[in-house]
């Protein structure tokens, strides 16, 4: 964990963050990276294996497109 908090804090000190601001940055990604991967590893078991992603997009599009938009 502590090779991975280092290597975000490299790229955090080349984006040019603030030196006061480089531990909480590296600790905000190191906290969202995680969770990230976690979320798209539950949304890709949501779906049946071979689901065509036009098709799933067009799906979802038609019941958004009857929703009051309100």
Known sequence: MLRIFELIGRHVQALGVP???EFTSASALLNY???VGGLNAANARTLEH????ADFRTTVSAARAKLDPR
Not at 50 to 53: A, C, E, I, L
Request: hydrophobic share 20%.
């Open 19 to 21: 030196e006061t601001a």
């Open 50 to 53: 071979g689901t065509n992603r």
């Open 33 to 35: 990276i995680p969770g």
